[in-house]
T-cell receptor, first 111, second 123 residues
């Protein structure tokens, strides 16, 4: 089993749609959680951190459920510019710091 | 946010050539830098963790004699692909983690800042 698993995608949605991405992690020593966005042939860019209390940034809402080891990202009112690959990222600290990336979920938003 | 630069952004070289990639943290000191490799349509794979002043820690399956990492200062880490072959063609990305500081939150400390990547093509 992969340490971080994401929806396989791709997701094809019309503009204005709401889309949800799911991610599960297997290591209970996972300390911090992030969603990154990666555009084609570019480096990943931090979209938002994920906290147990949940956090919202405009049209984006991230949620963490430590008991279920589950992370989610919700995008409301999708824009064409949201088309990208969304990476679930987990930091594990078991004496040594290690970052695990999910395989990513590709999102296509169409007019 | 913090800025990480990488140089060069693109390299095309002949098989057998060694290629050096630089990763710099421009406005913060990075005790730890990470080197990733990404093949087309695949996720980032951690190659090694580079700690300032000590030897890098390589992930399983990554040849340390082929991918030489040097982290000589708190703002610079280099990755040298020795005797590159076509199968080494990939997108190499570095990232850096800031030092813990009383002015930065724990959450901020755990964030990694990525360089823009280096696209290596070995002919």
């Amino acid at each position: 089993r992969k340490e971080v698993e994401q929806d396989p995608g791709p997701f094809n949605v019309p503009e204005g749609a709401t889309v949800a991405f799911n991610c599960t992690y297997s290591n209970s020593a996972s300390q911090s959680f992030f969603w990154y966005r990666q555009d084609c042939r570019k480096e990943p860019k931090l979209l938002m951190s994920v906290y147990s209390s949940g956090n919202e940034d405009g049209r984006f809402t991230a949620q963490l459920n430590r008991a279920s080891q589950y992370i989610s990202l919700l995008i409301r009112d999708s824009k064409l510019s949201d088309s990208a690959t969304y990476l679930c990222v987990v930091n594990i600290d078991t004496g040594g710091f290690k970052t695990i990336f999910g395989a990513g979920t590709r999102l296509f938003v169409k007019a | 946010g913090a800025v990480v630069s990488q140089h060069p952004s693109r390299v095309i070289c002949k098989s057998g050539t060694s290629v050096k990639i630089e990763c710099r943290s421009l406005d913060f000191q990075a005790t730890t830098m990470f080197w990733y490799r990404q093949f087309p349509k695949k996720s980032l794979m951690l190659m090694a963790t580079s700690n300032e002043g000590s030897k890098a820690t390589y992930e399983q399956g990554v040849e340390k004699d082929k991918f030489l990492i040097n982290h000589a200062s708190l703002t610079l880490s280099t990755l040298t692909v020795t005797s590159a072959h076509p199968e080494d063609s990939s997108f190499y990305i570095c990232s850096a983690r800031d030092r813990p500081s009383s002015t930065r939150s724990f959450r901020s400390y755990n964030e990694q800042f990525f360089g823009p990547g280096t696209r290596l093509t070995v002919l």
